[in-house]
């Protein structure tokens, strides 16, 4: 492809697509699969959904007149191809600015994006809200919502749909449906929307009808003409439309064609033709987890993992979900009915362990306190990923300490290195009088080579891994490490033989430890890997306020950072070992 | 009726309902409906729901083997029949038990009663994990989920439902359609239901049957006869079935089912003849709310009320919708597409105003950071209710703080007056620049009579309201009335001079006011309406961890308490005048 050549060249703005030839749209989808893979091969992202919907994209915007008419991306984990359309190509034709834009839709790089999203199943909900907001000022925009299949299972999206379709008027629902989720699919709607591909939209039997949508099919959704057709019929609308488009996910790039879950989202090189993935043989929190719960299963049928549609995030592999068989759950994007479920199986006798990642188990609040913690059910709930990261602000994962360990009856653990994390879980999985969340550690793991025999049914008892005076340091989970780093700091810079805790509960203050360091302490240090609003540290503080004793509060700060990265933020937060050490002189 | 003639007096449990004839079941659902009438207009509770309920509940304890057969009632404010033919009929036949029972669902109570519920929406999921853990020990009980057409609005349920119906084997969703939620239905789904009831459930475009469940419709649901007949077609069934019954909310009580909205509950007195309702013409937030936005909508087309299905809760009554028309939006029992769709509707010009009960506030928590905070929309969410209360452990609306003020970007205000509020409501509709939540006062209303003319853009201002030294009283919103107590019994008896702080602030602290108070204050007291953990004392404490002023938080423990008196729990937090006075004394 000679850069000369490219119809690319030609389109600087949707409105630049309005010129070009049928034929040209198809080499332009062309050249955007090109690109996409080109960029996504070198900084990892989002392939599959990327080259499934170029044509779509392309369609959208060739038939409506962006930004006056609104177009939302679901999760917008596919808006590569609107990205380039819209005025970003240089973000995947120039290496020098792959990462100028981020992977999702940002209102802040353009007009043509309207939200920031990144969590699944909220665009018709939001696109409801734009269309209602027309409705009241005489506006006569049209208002699109773009959403995948996948994202139907979210309850946030069914909400969206049937506010959607009284509406009574414009709104456009365009589904994506490329028969897939990240994993496969699961759930009984999507038997529907099988019988809907199998009989070209004709079947009455109709999900969307039944919802009260005026409803339409491309068969061929990855065909830019019966798109641009399709999309003109409905255009300016005056009622509720849902235009359900089959398309190929990693459409035009073979082996994405054929492992759709796999290719979901790629690491840098990996469409190297040498690429060889890296197969660690090393244990990680991941590998011990899923091998705990096969040997579990030899000897007890009752146990049962289950994941909200991102088994990658628990390590639980294709191989992993094959041998659990019936004894593993994928329930789709649905963290309520994950959280829900959870629960009744526990009451009905069964251990449920559900995983799931940090930012996601804020999906399901309430149900995190009134089907589960209210009723006491001892399920076990995994929370991977749990810590200060340099993620999109769309999936930070420091807030599920203030989530969850403010909920009553919960106990919520915090291990620190494989055997204690093991212990819990054995625990956890096999008492009966709690529900019992697990923050996984997110760090290399550290194993001790002694099992850990606490009773963990003792709550609230925190560990005193070294006795000192002075200073007290509680280093929670994945920040232990940093307390062993400070205790070392003190002890070689300042002579203090500091106490070193490992607190293990979140969810209790161990008040006999506490007013046993008030004898011999000046200080109480707590370090916590998430936000300090709502967190650990506060109620340690809470607790020594009528104390002569003074309390440091280390960890994340209350914001909403994008793709910062990890040193920068700790230097932000203070959490660099010496900037920690500073605070802690300036205190003795 | 004649004590010694009543057919309940032969029915102590459900095994007892085999022996009666279909005459005794019909004069059954009239004795039980005449003691629910009774007891409900004795003490207050749900009374549409059960009298509609009443046929149903004999038939499924009639055909199916409870408790071995698992009933989940949804909201399980329908349960009184329940509660009466499964050993509970002493709280409802005798005035002196009448409290013995709560009106959900209570495992504790019983056997029959297999969760703890409150909240809507959530019963198919729960039975879809009784019926998995059934499955993977190889029982074969039956499992029920009866669910109302309102609750069906509502994300969960869809997402149990989608689940529900690929589980392959038993599970039983009763869809109890009385064509209400509290309020009228909203969203697509309900013309679904009507064309079903219109067409005896025949018609080939259904929401269920989309689903894959196997659907069976029995168009006099409150017709024993028939019900009994299709629960035993579908008992034992070996795949997931879905009957849909027509049943009369209100069944029974003529006003009840005329006024369907009106009778859902009652208060205690209202079913006498001579009942005449306590009209008032005094000023509430509620009435001072739907004031401020009927005014502001004259002069402003794109201000918006929005309610998710509870409109009573915001006091938006019948003539205020009506009133607000086309302003008017009440989404259905859908709390997460509520906020969406008022980031949307800020997102695109609007001025969205959700009203919203603290304790159905933290079934969207995903919405208000991801889809709201994060994209930074000025939509104003008020939050009623919010405090300390003696309410069910399924109502408690003690956790609004920590819940939104940990969110970033989110500014949560408590006002402590009227003039404060409306100045608040104005400044949240009017700017552009955050998403605002006020906690509206949970009191009788107190009124300045001054206008408020503070800025509220500049953030995190506290009001000192009186200057002192030593003590430092921080009043937060519900509690500053307790503020200005203790300020005063600081002055009576220990002669201190306190200074009162009313924050309105909830999310941020006043940098520059807690740095001042440091030169002649010793103690900082914060007062809060609702849960001490993650709330706004903590990170009071927090702050003044590394100085020398000492800090007590008062507030409400994190427990989930069930019906205990405000009296008893205020006693239990320390929140009682002397207690607080006594606390305080002992770190002078």
Known sequence: MEKTLMVLDKVNSPQD??????????????????????????????????????????????VFNTPEDKIVFDVSHQCYPH???????????????????????????????????GHTSTSVSLA???????????????VIALIGDGSLSGGEAFEGLDNAAVLGSNIIVVVNDNDMSIAENEGGLYANLKLLRNTNGQAECNFFKALGFDYHYVDNGNDVKSLISTFNRV?????????????????????????????????????????????????SYESITTDYLLKKLKQDNSIIAISPATPGVSGFTKEFREKMGKNYTDVGIAEQHA???????????????????????????????????????????LVFWGGI???????????????????????????????EYLAMLDWATEQKDYSVVIRVPMCQMVST?????????????????????????????????????????????????????????????????????????????????????????????????DSDLKVLNFGARKEFTDRISLDELYNRYHLNPEQILADIKQNL
């Open 128 to 142: 409801v809200g734009l269309a209602k907001a027309r409705d009241l000022r005489g506006g006569r925009e049209n």
């Open 389 to 419: 990261t340099g993620a999109d602000a769309t999936h930070l994962t420091k807030y599920d300490i203030p989530l969850i360990s403010n909920i009553p009856n919960i106990v919520y653990l915090a291990p620190v290195n494989k055997e």
């Open 235 to 283: 255009k300016d609308s005056d009622h509720p439309v849902l235009v359900h488009i089959r398309t190929i996910k990693g459409k035009g790039y073979a082996p994405a064609e054929t492992d759709k879950e796999h290719y979901h989202w790629i690491v840098p090189g990996e469409l190297d033709k040498d690429y060889s993935p890296a197969v660690s043989q090393e244990e």
């Open 449 to 545: 080579g002694e099992k850990d025999t606490t009773d963990y049914s003792i709550l609230n008892k925190y560990q005193v891994v070294e006795s000192g005076s002075e200073v007290a340091i509680l280093g929670l989970g994945n920040f232990f490490w940093l307390g062993q780093k400070i205790k070392t700091l003190l002890k070689e810079r300042l002579g203090i033989s500091a106490t070193l805790i490992n607190p293990r509960y979140i969810t209790g203050i161990d008040i006999d430890l506490m007013e046993s360091l008030k004898s011999n302490h000046r200080l109480i240090v707590t370090l916590e890997d998430g936000v300090l609003e709502g967190g650990f540290g506060e109620k340690i503080a809470s607790y020594f306020g």
């Open 17 to 62: 697509l309005k010129n070009l030839s049928a034929e040209e749209m198809i080499r332009l989808s062309e050249e955007i699969r090109e690109l996409i893979m080109k960029k996504v091969n070198t900084t990892g992202g989002h392939l599959g959904p990327n080259l499934g919907i170029v044509e779509a994209t392309i369609a959208l915007h060739y």
């Open 339 to 381: 959280v829900a479920f959870a629960s009744g199986l526990a009451k009905n006798g069964a251990k449920p362990v559900l995983a799931i990642m940090s930012s996601f188990v804020q999906r399901a609040y309430d149900q995190l306190s009134q089907d589960l913690a209210l009723n006491n059910n001892p399920a076990t709930i």
């Open 83 to 117: 990205k380039i359309l819209t005025g970003r190509k240089e973000g995947f034709t120039d290496p020098d600015k792959y990462l100028k834009y981020t992977g999702y839709t940002a209102p802040e790089e353009s007009e043509y994006d309207l939200f920031k999203v």
